[in-house]
């Protein structure tokens, strides 16, 4: 009966932390799902927009758009994190970065200009 007691206790404390850890993402969760779904609206205006004849490569061409922004804010975000880092390896071999660092990456792609240096 002691088991049983002990896993239920661990099943009500797992609930309420999985409990806490969606509350806190949920905010992110619908801000995803406001601006991924614009996204989708384009490949819809791109077949609309154009002549029946080139609604496939109008539609190819808005598709190539997420993916080349992906290309290159990448590299970008890895240069302003050298940027503002202070230098210095891990005892592994890796480069250090601190939690200011990676603000100034994820500032570059919230569309800001990083504040530093």
């Not at 088991?3 to 999985?18: E, K």
């Not at 791109?46 to 109008?58: F, I």
């Not at 200011?100 to 990083?114: E, N, T």
């Amino acid at each position: 009966m002691s088991d049983l007691a002990h896993q239920q206790r661990t099943l009500a404390l797992a609930m309420v932390v999985a409990a806490y850890v969606l509350s806190f993402f949920q905010p992110l969760f619908a801000l995803m799902g406001l601006v991924t779904a614009s996204f989708t609206l384009t490949w819809a205006c791109a077949k609309e927009v154009n002549p029946p004849l080139l609604s496939g490569m109008s539609t190819s061409v808005t598709n190539i758009g997420g993916f080349l922004a992906a290309a290159i804010l990448q590299p970008m975000v890895g240069w302003v994190m050298d940027w503002t880092s202070p230098g210095g390896l891990t005892e592994s071999g890796a480069r250090f970065y601190t939690p200011d660092d990676f603000h100034a990456g994820l500032l570059l792609l919230a569309g800001r200009r990083p504040s530093g240096r």
